[in-house]
């Protein structure tokens, strides 16, 4: 399994970009890397995802490294409702073709006025 | 937003009761997935069912009883537990096919808050 880690905690001032690094040293060439965040009590909420290019959404960016061994999601004008736990979860494929996601601590970000 | 669903939203039972949870989702997906969610604890994953059939079981103990009647609907039923077992329950979807894009994306119902007394 690829592993990720993650800084604990961060801090943002609101309406500034948040950059949330994530290693993923051990990750193989098929596999994706998938930002989840979780907002207090609630149930997680898909992010982005990509394999080795950069990808932008309306919620996000994420610039992957050549190498492919850490990501970076950027939240680019952070709010209030932006805090929670963001999880880098590097995606294995499940025995019956599903995918398996495997959770770890994941980035606390507190988002501040 | 999320087009998965569980009922209830908080549950409290002694440790005697049988309870279930359920989790719907109308979002045509084939995979459906029960996660639990300690206090300061990362996401487990506890059962998969992957077109009705359960494909994984995580070493979940047998008070914890899983049930998939179609795609749409996935249980779990509750019985004799005990105070650890007090988390939050959540249940996602997501297609079955791989194909390594968006669409393998799980999405997450809002959970079940449960304690046990």
């Known amino acids: 399994d690829a592993k990720t880690t993650q800084p604990p905690s961060m801090d943002c001032a609101e309406g500034r970009a948040a950059n949330l690094p994530c290693n993923h040293s051990?990750?193989?060439?098929?596999?994706?890397v998938y930002w989840y965040r979780q907002i207090h009590s609630q149930g997680p909420q898909y992010i982005i995802h990509g394999l080795k290019n950069n990808e932008t959404n309306e919620m996000a960016s994420l610039i992957i490294t050549e190498d492919r061994k850490s990501s970076t999601l950027i939240l680019p004008h952070a709010t209030l409702r932006d805090t929670a736990v963001y999880y880098c979860?590097?995606?294995?494929?499940?025995?019956?073709?599903?995918?398996?996601?495997?959770f770890g601590a994941g980035t606390r970000l507190a988002v501040h006025p | 937003e999320t087009g998965v669903t569980q009922t209830p939203r908080h549950l409290v039972m002694g440790m005697t009761n049988k309870k279930s949870l359920k989790c719907e989702q109308h979002l045509g997906h084939n995979a459906m997935y029960w996660y639990k969610q300690s206090a300061k604890k990362p996401l487990e994953l506890m059962f998969v069912y992957n077109f009705k059939e359960q494909t994984e079981n995580n070493s979940v103990p047998s008070r914890f009883s899983p049930e998939c009647p179609n795609s749409s609907h996935l249980f779990l039923h509750l019985h004799t537990l005990q105070p650890e077992d007090s988390a939050l329950y959540l249940c996602?979807?997501?297609?079955?096919?791989?194909?390594?894009?968006?669409?393998?994306?799980?999405?997450f119902g809002p959970g079940t808050r449960l304690t046990v007394l």
């Open positions: 979860i590097v995606r294995l494929r499940g025995t019956g073709g599903y995918n398996k996601l495997i």
């Open positions: 051990t990750i193989s060439g098929n596999e994706y």
């Open positions: 996602a979807s997501s297609p079955s096919e791989w194909s390594g894009g968006a669409s393998d994306t799980q999405y």
